[in-house]
């Protein structure tokens, strides 16, 4: 029988990098996200699965640790939670310009600036469009519960490794602080170091007689080689965008509106739904699991079906955006969000939906 | 006909298998070449090649991977300290180092240059000192002297503009977690010799896991400083020398 446990979203996220086989996290506490450092640091994996857990001197660190790790092909991660994932978006273009795989977890908080320590989704512009320089993308994961957390550390670091593309799970301080059921993940063993030469044949591990030095680098002068390794990057964009959309759609068979909505926004957009059921109107939600790759097609989809569609945010009105290129004009796209910390509650949600019908 | 030159008993000097072929694209009289070659050399004497990992700065030296033929991480400006504390705690049977200039290591990567070394990550840091940054053309570095000229700093280092010259490895050398920190310069052959003796030490402390040991080398840039090599070399054991005097600073 599965052992289930009442855990944090938070607390999640760090017993599941330990049975996923994580080789190491590096992190700075910030609120509302610590407890994933410092669950690790009391469990000690170290002395069971040899992970390294380490508290760097700042995100900046922390983010470069982490590029350190992936370069010897190690199964690396950190976390943080806004202001402090801003820190990190040069280490993250790096990360991407050297086309190392890893794990970037960021439980948003209210900004801009200091902002506060209460939940947001005012990072989605961020983690989708490229918070660094450069032509880049992450794979954008979204959790909506305490169990999702635990079972996309184990997803984003294997499609992370994949296509050599960073992942990130955008969640909020909503669902790190929440606490709920969840079922953790298998123990699964680290890498041995001859599977990582094996599996990662272009990282550090240290040059053998037989091969070529192997240099981890995001550095390239010559224009034109330069943009040949964008454009084999964005090819391989094509393909993540093509084979690993993930979404969820709750009642949208006959539905006549559809709220689109991620994360915290979406458990409660769930509760309106059900409302505005019981009130005879049909409405669905479609839940986006990828920021990115976003699930255009299917949300155009239900543009040829839905009357209009709404967002639910917990911002200012971004995910929208995306929302507005795969309707492309079809039906009325709208926008209900919340922001600094606030969090709507469904009847919010409810009065938003029935105005624009 | 074997050739009568290169016959066993007339080799002097034979260069480094751990080098690689390609011409560096250093200014003749850069002291960047000659720490290059005595790296490669002790990872060659120590046999391992095949277990180091370098981390390479932004700097001049950015290509460094292009000639030690050995495994690199080209680090972001500043951040190879916090790399190689990550390389070496997942790889601690790796032998791995940095090689940082002082833009690198004592401006944009203080931080991580002094968390690194409190910790005592068990990594070499060679950090290269010629008072200026070379490869964005000659603007003021952290250690650019009082007085010394640069494109930043056109008229001489100001101390009531610009501060003083940040004089970081005394400062390291205070730092619990620091076991090795020495200076040293490569403008002379006796000089050279010594440096070698220091980034083997190093390299042999980092291994033992002794904590972090830091090899300055006090270098001329002679492209940046406006001097030909000789008169640069003259030049900074006038000036240099008496900032940053050579000599070990701690050895435990």
Not at chain 1, 206 to 213: H, L, Q, T, V
């Amino acid at each position: 029988m599965e052992e289930v446990s009442l855990l944090k979203g938070n607390e999640a996220i760090a017993l599941a990098a330990i049975r996923c086989g994580a080789d190491g996290y590096f992190g700075y506490p910030i609120t509302p996200q610590s407890e994933i450092m410092e669950t690790l640091m009391a469990q000690k994996p170290w002395e069971t699965t040899g992970m390294t857990v380490l508290q760097a001197e700042s995100e900046v660190a922390s983010i470069y640790m982490v590029y350190g790790g992936a370069s010897t092909g190690k199964k690396v991660m950190t976390s943080s939670s806004s202001p402090g994932v801003s820190l990190m978006q040069e280490g993250v273009s790096f990360l991407c310009g050297a086309d190392l795989p890893c794990l970037v977890v960021n439980v948003m908080r209210g900004g801009p600036g200091l902002g506060t320590i209460q939940p947001s989704q005012s990072d989605y512009f961020q983690s989708t469009k490229g918070g660094g320089h450069g032509d880049y993308k992450l794979i954008v994961l979204a959790p909506a519960s305490v169990q999702e957390m635990a079972d996309f550390v184990d997803l984003a670091f294997t499609l992370s490794s994949k296509y050599r593309i960073p992942s990130m799970i955008l969640s909020d301080g909503a669902i790190g602080q929440m606490m709920e059921k969840v079922i953790l993940p298998p123990f699964k063993p680290r890498q041995t170091a001859e599977e990582i030469i094996e599996q990662c044949p272009w990282a550090a591990t240290g040059k053998p007689a037989n091969r070529k030095n192997n240099i981890i680098s995001s550095l390239e002068l010559d224009p034109s080689k330069m943009e040949k390794k964008n454009v084999e990057r964005q090819e391989r964009y094509r393909i993540v965008e093509a084979t690993e959309v993930r979404y969820d759609e709750y009642m949208c068979e006959d539905a006549d509106y559809l709220i689109i909505a991620f994360g915290s926004a979406a458990r409660i957009s769930q509760n309106a739904v059900e409302t505005l059921r019981e009130e005879g109107i049909k409405v669905g939600m479609l839940r986006p699991i990828t920021l990115w790759p976003f699930p255009s097609k299917v949300i155009s989809k239900y543009a040829e079906k839905v009357k209009s569609m709404l967002t639910v945010e917990l911002n200012a009105g971004q995910m929208i955006e995306d929302v507005k290129l795969a309707v492309n004009g079809k039906v009325p796209v709208l926008h209900y969000g919340r922001m600094g910390g606030i969090v709507p509650n469904p009847e919010e949600i409810v009065d938003a939906l029935k105005k624009q019908m | 006909m074997s050739n009568p030159i290169i016959n066993p008993e007339n080799l002097v000097y034979e260069k480094s298998s751990v080098l690689l072929d390609n011409t560096m694209h250093y200014c003749p009289g850069c002291s960047h070449g000659t720490v290059h070659r005595i790296v490669a050399e002790v990872i060659e004497e120590m046999n391992m090649q095949d277990k180091t990992i370098g981390c390479a700065p932004v700097g001049c030296a950015v290509f460094i991977y292009n000639y030690i033929n050995v495994d690199f991480a080209e680090c972001a400006h500043g951040r190879a300290p916090a790399l190689a504390t990550a390389i070496k705690r997942l790889n601690p049977d790796h032998l791995v180092f940095t090689y940082q200039g002082d833009g690198d290591l004592a401006a944009i990567g203080t931080g991580e240059t002094i968390h690194a070394c409190n910790r005592g990550e068990n990594i070499a840091i060679i950090f290269i000192n010629n008072g200026i940054y070379g490869m964005t053309g000659g603007q003021m570095a952290p250690t650019t002297l009082v007085g010394m000229k640069s494109s930043t700093c056109p008229y001489g280092r100001d101390v009531q503009l610009n501060g003083y010259p940040l004089n970081i490895t005394p400062l390291l050398a205070q730092l619990e977690g620091t076991c090795y920190v020495t200076r040293q310069s490569v403008h002379t052959a006796n000089n050279v010799k010594k440096t070698k003796k220091a980034i083997r030490k190093a390299f042999e402390n980092s291994m033992a896991g002794k904590g972090t040991s830091v090899v300055e080398v006090v270098s001329s840039c002679n492209s940046g400083w406006k001097m030909s090599p000789v008169k640069a070399n003259a030049w900074m054991e006038e000036n240099m020398f008496k900032a940053y005097p050579l000599g070990d600073l701690k050895d435990k």
